[in-house]
């Protein structure tokens, strides 16, 4: 049996942690105070992020998830509007097949009910096996899914049922996923490497908007079978990729596997393994774990009782999720090819490539603002430009699209509200797309980590299901004034950032609960200065 110090400081002095090993336990059985030295030392030596290549690679990986998610969005959309795909599960009216609007309704919408049940269940997985191995277990459901949905002949609740499951898979990888890069990667890049999983998503459904668009040409089930069919392959490069990726070290750690939890924290940061900075990662880790098994276990009403302020922070990721879904970013993904054919366009498919590619591109620029310019600046500015753009598109749509009549819609107010829909996507997706995940995965304590998030994601879920599902009915009441609803709902998101959200870039998942303790109801937008302050900004 052999021990190994880990130094860490605290106030003005520093811990030193004894690690006792052994072939079957690895635990931290003795602390005691020694003289602070030179604490800078003891920090995660910050590296040219050239050197983190690897490490930026095996997070992706992990982001692929959301290219699941995407691809799905992507998909759907197009399936909707194929003509095997309404044969098979539309309906006849004497003269030709379609699929009535709670029908659409309920084939868009209900995956986002798997996806919600999913967060909430599945997603408990990542505490008992650990985050690699739950990521792995779900993407085999996802494949049940998908197996169901390609079997489908021509019922069209079979089709159904097979979303449902799929999404339940979904669901859990988007609690997984975020959470996974944002325990592992090293916290100067946290930001951007959690920002790749909605890259991911967006990849997605570009890519998912291009095949469909080269399906689209076939006459038999090729139309959708297809795209679906390439399902397998996304779930099976993640489950090898997942192979390769250290497990987190929070995780490691909180099941006393200590010395695969200082491996995985000197592989992410580029150290050797015997580096004091290693050690001091570990001291803050093990103190955060201490804490909270001090606490005792995690019920779901702590989620309301909880300190420090467990519940406001619960909130805070509830209203972010709600919102990124209320700024109305699915009522494009979704229903993009419908309403460019309302608009006027001979090939709506072609249009909705355009929008897969600009919300692709825009993202990359997501990734640098993150860190860049921090999360509250990111999401407010954002906010701002959604907003005006969103005014733009329901008015020309309320005032000019329809001047001559729905039979001879207006080119020039419909080329307009193209490009300012291409706007939206471009602020939406460099800035509340990734910055609601990165925030989100960054607010709540280990103990509670996997229950926030998946209530948080679940919100999301919820909305994206509502939208989705009464989007056709909505639209056909009151056509492209449905807009001025997600403008409300942009502009009071602009508001609860600005006197909510703090501003948590630059600081360590364990120094993010000091941020909340100290944290005035109301008053983000104050203590937001404070860091700043003391060098975080």
């Keep these: 049996m052999s021990s190994t110090d880990i130094q860490g400081d605290q106030g003005d002095s520093e811990k030193i942690y004894a690690i006792e090993s052994s072939p079957s336990n690895e635990q931290i059985i003795d602390i005691h105070e020694a003289p602070a030295d030179n604490k800078s030392e003891l920090d995660i030596p910050v590296k040219p992020k050239g050197s983190y290549i690897l490490v930026s690679a095996l997070c992706l990986?992990?982001?692929?998830?959301?290219?699941?998610?995407?691809?799905?969005?992507?998909?759907?959309?197009?399936?909707?509007?194929?003509?095997?795909?309404?044969?098979?599960?539309?309906?006849?009216?004497?003269?030709?097949?379609?699929?009535?609007?709670?029908?659409?309704?309920?084939?868009?919408?209900?995956?986002?009910?798997?996806?919600?049940?999913?967060?909430?269940?599945?997603?408990?997985?990542?505490?008992?096996?650990?985050?690699?191995?739950?990521?792995?277990?779900?993407?085999v459901i996802y494949m049940v899914g998908i197996l169901i949905q390609i079997a489908s002949i021509d019922k069209w609740?079979?089709?159904?049922?097979?979303?449902?499951?799929?999404?339940?898979?979904?669901?859990?990888?988007?609690?997984?996923?975020?959470?996974?890069?944002?325990?592992?990667?090293?916290?100067?890049?946290?930001?951007?490497?959690?920002?790749?999983?909605?890259?991911?998503?967006?990849?997605?459904?570009?890519?998912?908007?291009?095949?469909?668009?080269?399906?689209?040409?076939?006459?038999?089930?090729?139309?959708?079978?297809?795209?679906?069919?390439?399902?397998?392959?996304?779930?099976?490069?993640?489950?090898?990729?997942?192979?390769?990726?250290?497990?987190?070290?929070?995780?490691?750690?909180?099941?006393?596997?200590?010395?695969?939890?200082?491996?995985?924290?000197?592989?992410?940061?580029?150290?050797?393994?015997?580096?004091?900075?290693?050690?001091?990662?570990?001291?803050?880790?093990?103190?955060?774990?201490?804490?909270?098994?001090?606490?005792?276990?995690?019920?779901?009403?702590?989620?309301?009782?909880?300190?420090?302020?467990?519940?406001?922070?619960?909130?805070?990721?509830?209203?972010?999720?709600?919102?990124?879904?209320?700024?109305?970013?699915?009522?494009?993904?979704?229903?993009?090819?419908?309403?460019?054919?309302?608009?006027?366009?001979?090939?709506?498919?072609?249009?909705?490539?355009?929008?897969g590619v600009v919300n692709f591109a825009s993202t990359f620029l997501g990734i640098y603002t993150m860190d860049r310019f921090g999360r509250r600046r990111t999401l407010l500015g954002g906010a701002g430009a959604m907003v005006v753009c969103l005014v733009i598109f329901s008015s020309v749509g309320v005032k000019s699209l329809y001047e001559n009549g729905k039979d001879d819609p207006s080119k020039p107010a419909g080329n307009a509200m193209i490009v300012f829909t291409c706007l939206f996507i471009f602020f939406f997706a460099c800035t509340w797309a990734p910055g609601v995940f990165v925030v989100v995965s960054e607010t709540y304590p280990l103990r509670i980590r996997s229950k926030g998030m998946a209530i948080a994601q679940g919100s999301n879920w919820l909305w994206g299901f509502l939208i989705a599902f009464f989007t056709p009915f909505i639209s056909g009441a009151i056509d492209f004034a449905y807009g001025y609803v997600f403008m409300g709902c942009t502009l009071f998101a602009f508001f609860f950032v600005y006197f909510f959200v703090p501003e948590t870039k630059g600081l360590s998942l364990e120094d993010v609960d000091e941020v909340y303790e100290n944290l005035t109801f109301g008053?983000?937008?104050?203590?937001?200065?404070?860091?700043?302050?003391?060098?975080?900004?």
């Excluded at 497990?247 to 596997?257: G, H, K, M």
């Excluded at 008053?523 to 900004?537: M, W």
Aim: proline share 2%; glycine share 12%.
């Design 523 to 537: 008053r983000a937008y104050a203590y937001s200065h404070t860091i700043k302050d003391k060098g975080a900004l």
């Design 157 to 355: 609740y079979q089709y159904f049922i097979g979303r449902i499951i799929a999404g339940l898979a979904v669901g859990a990888v988007s609690v997984l996923s975020p959470m996974f890069i944002g325990e592992t990667s090293p916290k100067h890049i946290r930001g951007s490497l959690v920002s790749c999983y909605q890259l991911m998503i967006t990849a997605g459904i570009f890519l998912g908007y291009c095949t469909t668009y080269g399906t689209k040409t076939y006459t038999d089930s090729t139309q959708w079978r297809a795209p679906l069919g390439l399902c397998f392959a996304w779930a099976i490069l993640m489950i090898v990729g997942m192979t390769f990726m250290p497990e987190s070290p929070r995780f490691l750690v909180e099941v006393n596997r200590v010395d695969e939890a200082m491996k995985s924290i000197a592989r992410v940061n580029k150290v050797s393994i015997d580096d004091p900075s290693v050690y001091n990662e570990m001291r803050l880790i093990s103190d955060g774990i201490e804490k909270e098994k001090e606490a005792g276990s995690v019920s779901w009403g702590e989620l309301f009782t909880g300190k420090p302020k467990i519940f406001y922070r619960l909130l805070i990721g509830i209203f972010m999720q709600s919102l990124q879904q209320l700024t109305g970013n699915n009522y494009f993904f979704y229903y993009g090819t419908t309403i460019f054919k309302a608009v006027g366009l001979d090939d709506s498919f072609q249009t909705s490539i355009i929008l």
């Design 61 to 139: 990986l992990v982001a692929f998830g959301g290219f699941v998610f995407g691809w799905d969005t992507g998909t759907i959309s197009g399936f909707v509007n194929m003509s095997d795909f309404t044969r098979r599960f539309g309906q006849f009216n004497g003269e030709t097949y379609y699929l009535s609007k709670v029908r659409v309704g309920l084939i868009v919408s209900i995956f986002n009910i798997g996806c919600a049940i999913g967060g909430v269940t599945l997603g408990k997985l990542g505490d008992i096996w650990g985050r690699k191995k739950a990521l792995m277990f779900v993407m």
